[in-house]
């Protein structure tokens, strides 16, 4: 079949000419814009930090950036090992700081569990937890459910209110704000620049924290789509561990994908859905191709247009009310987003 905009040829880079772009104009933009000596990388494990990290050592060297593993209490495994086999493989000094002490102090896990008891009562130590998301791709509201695992791993679901579902988030978000306040210190001490690893699904849809980990000196991957940073990973030669990783958002007790928590679908899908809908193609021409049905894309794309809207605040600084006189010259076209 022969189609107007072929999404998956649309979505394909080369690998070697896109990183090779990225690390330069990251080099500029440290150089003669934000006129710091190197960056800061927190790496979690997964595939956006990784190639952050990479491209960072490509700009500057692995003398001049600093790597972070910031786990708490909460944190897979998999992701300090695979933070610190890239730290390693990448030959960049990191350093590992427990946040979970932090959040228990601030009040993270209370606020949170109290939330999740106005649910399920009986919720308590030795359970775990995680949200997931439904009604994006058949049209609906998208309503969020709490899954809670006794400690004998039965698990119990439950659909949230409004109020118990942003406490939730709310205090969770704890966890990004805690991670960014270490990475500004250490950049401070070092006069680094804080590198940002959302990738361009995120930072269209708004999946940050805002003054969390949406907050940056620089974002040098939010152009490019998640599966064009699996392919720069892969250009990269970053460890197969990492390259083959599964998007997840580490930020609950139980494994939870990206796509159960905030997106409609996996992350391959979603690439062709969000391309499409910026495209203006047609849900009868992308369907196919995303392996959906027009209806169901239709709805797709009313939810890409919904979190747009609905996260567009994340993206802005804090507003004044009156025009404030000898503004800064504007970030210099080379800043990217």
């Not at 493989?89 to 102090?105: K, Q």
């Not at 306040?181 to 590198?195: P, Q, S």
Request: with cysteine; aromatic share 6%; charged share 25%.
């Amino acid at each position: 079949m022969c189609v107007a905009v072929d999404l998956k040829k649309a979505l394909a880079i080369d690998p070697a000419t896109a990183a090779a772009s990225v690390a330069e104009r990251l080099r500029v933009v440290l150089r003669d814009h934000l006129r710091r000596r190197g960056l800061v990388v927190a790496m979690s494990g997964g595939i956006d930090s990784s190639v952050c990290a990479a491209l960072a050592v490509a700009a500057v060297g692995s003398s001049r950036v600093l790597g972070l593993l910031l786990p708490e209490h909460e944190s897979s495994d998999d992701s300090g090992r695979r933070g610190k086999l890239l730290a390693e493989h990448l030959g960049i000094e990191y350093l590992s700081v427990d946040i979970g002490p932090a959040l228990d102090a601030l009040g993270c896990y209370r606020w949170r569990d109290d939330a999740i008891r106005a649910t399920i009562p009986e919720y308590g130590p030795g359970w775990k937890n995680k949200i997931v998301i439904e009604g994006g791709t058949a049209g609906r509201v998208n309503v969020h459910k709490i899954v809670a695992e006794r400690p004998d791993g039965v698990r119990i679901e439950h659909r949230l209110d409004v109020r118990n579902y942003l406490q939730v988030v709310a205090a969770t978000n704890f966890k990004q704000r805690v991670r960014k306040t270490i990475e500004y210190f250490h950049a401070d001490r070092l006069n680094y620049a804080v590198v940002g690893t959302p990738n361009r699904l995120e930072y269209d849809q708004g999946f940050f924290v805002k003054n969390g980990d949406g907050s940056a000196d620089v974002k040098p991957i939010a152009h490019l789509f998640k599966s064009q940073v699996y392919a720069i990973a892969r250009q990269l030669r970053l460890p197969s561990e990492i390259c083959g990783a599964v998007p997840t958002t580490d930020t609950y007790s139980l494994s939870q994908g990206q796509d159960e928590f905030y997106f409609a679908l996996p992350y391959a899908q979603m690439d062709l859905a969000l391309l499409g809908q910026t495209l203006g193609v047609s849900a009868e021409e992308a369907a196919p191709q995303i392996g959906l049905t027009a209806e169901q894309v239709r709805f797709v794309y009313q939810d890409v247009e919904a979190k747009r809207r609905a996260t567009a605040m994340l993206h802005w600084p804090g507003l004044t009310l009156e025009k404030v006189l000898g503004p800064l010259p504007p970030p210099s076209s080379s800043s990217g987003s």
